[in-house]
DNA sequence: TCCACATTGTGAAAGAATTCACAATGTGGT
DNA sequence: ACCACATTGTGAATTCTTTCACAATGTGGA
């Protein structure tokens, strides 16, 4: 049990968590390696695998408790309450700032960050959008440990090295521009083009045969 | 020049071609495999070995043409201008239909689908937010190939129906649930709230040392 | 025209991830 | 208390992906 995770670990394991939620509001109470392969597109012992790298969680003969799996998935997760911020109060940035879902991962938007004047004092729900220049500031004094990056592609450089500047951990990067950072600095990019992109190539392929 | 084209390679086919549109808008003219490494999170010899299952572009000792790689890719990829439709006219999927940034894949949305009846009938922008009861026949008829779902999670398979009846190719996913499909239909899923919660694993494994 | 050089394209090697297959073990019915 | 059964946890086998390393080849300067 001295291995190093696979990275592909741990991109599933938060759809693990996601499955555990949806069986746990259906009051389901034990669940099988096997019955994961109705709600996520992965092989039983995958996911035996998968939870063997963290331990032994399931009763041979049975399988594993919903609820009791859920939360050490989610303590093994870091799922233990977190606060970001958002720059850029744009389609994206808002859309974020108004989701309800974050609820579930628990996940709070302390505020919006944007260098737009007839932005900047507004409110989007109840979370207030703050001056970009203050940024660091606010990072540093509300111990802000990742923001979520919104702003347009070009500008992404530009938020980047202020970032560089404070001592953030991570960036969930939305623009579509690839992102030099320090690495104590993680990115992760959610890149919603070349998703849509791999989609035209799928029906190209559909197309010919 | 046989083999199957492996999952990965389609992955990254999208992230070359943004970084030669990059290129291309600063007037790069050749780009060596090396080159990309400062745009891209790859080794040189693992682009060579993507473009070598399509074809061979490049000039040896030279690298490849800017503008001609580019539109080989985006033939490739089939980026030849499609349409597609939004259901759900909420959060993701008002800053979809506002976002400007789709004419570079030559992406246009055609309509936005709901069911509530205070949206029915209103605009985002110049497109038009239609009832969902007559998705079906606007796909058939307008031959949309694939559609992007932003409606809430707990209205996916319910949406799913609908599409699954009518003869669509491709979904883009933003809901959090496995859509369960006949596999002539692609499913792409955008994951935010999974994401995130790769992030705060990182968080905490970077507290841990 | 020739040659030193740079970089491609690609088999072969190395490394990583998935799947197999089965011993280990708890379950639940009798 | 026992046993037939189901399912886990995990080494070993397999498959998939990346990286190496170099022959092939076009370039550009002398
Ligand atoms: N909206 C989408 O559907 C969509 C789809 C794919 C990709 N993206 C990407 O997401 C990113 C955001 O897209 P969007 O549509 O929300 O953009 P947007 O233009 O609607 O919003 C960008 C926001 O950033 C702010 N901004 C600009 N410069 C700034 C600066 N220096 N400091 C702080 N704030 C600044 C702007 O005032 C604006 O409010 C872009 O990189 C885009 O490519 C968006
Ligand atoms: N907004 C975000 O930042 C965000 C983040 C992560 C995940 N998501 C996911 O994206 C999806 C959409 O989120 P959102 O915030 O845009 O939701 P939303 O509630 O803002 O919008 C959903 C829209 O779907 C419409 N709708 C409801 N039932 C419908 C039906 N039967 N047919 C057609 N339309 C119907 C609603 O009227 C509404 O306009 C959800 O699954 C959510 O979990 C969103």
Chains 1, 2 share one sequence.
Do not use: C, W
Not at 18 to 35: A, I, N, Q
Not at 51 to 80: A, C, D, H, N
Not at 184 to 208: P, Q
């Amino acid at each position: 049990m001295k291995m190093t995770i696979p990275e592909s670990t741990i991109h599933r394991m938060p759809q693990y968590i996601k499955v555990l939620e949806y069986l746990d509001e259906g009051k389901v109470l034990f669940v099988t390696s096997r019955d994961f392969e109705t709600h996520i597109d992965v092989n039983p012992s995958i996911i035996r695998k998968d939870l063997s790298y963290f331990g032994e969680f399931g009763v041979r003969g049975k399988g594993y408790s919903v609820t009791g799996l859920k939360q050490e998935l989610e303590k093994i997760m870091g799922l233990t309450g977190h606060r970001t911020i958002i720059i850029g109060a744009g389609n994206i940035g808002k859309a974020l700032t108004n989701y309800k879902g974050f609820d579930n991962i628990k996940l709070k938007i302390n505020a919006v960050f944007d260098n737009d004047e007839r932005k900047i004092g507004s409110m989007i729900n109840t979370i207030p959008v703050l001056d970009i220049k203050t940024m660091k500031a606010y990072v540093e004094s509300e111990n802000i440990e990742f923001v979520i990056m919104a702003v347009p592609s070009s500008i992404a450089d530009l938020v980047v090295d202020q970032l560089i500047d404070s001592d953030i951990k991570g960036i969930i990067n939305f623009t579509s521009k690839f992102l030099s950072v320090p690495k104590r600095i993680k990115v992760i990019s959610i890149n919603i083009d070349t998703k849509i992109m791999e989609m035209f190539y799928f029906l190209k392929k559909s197309r010919m045969k």
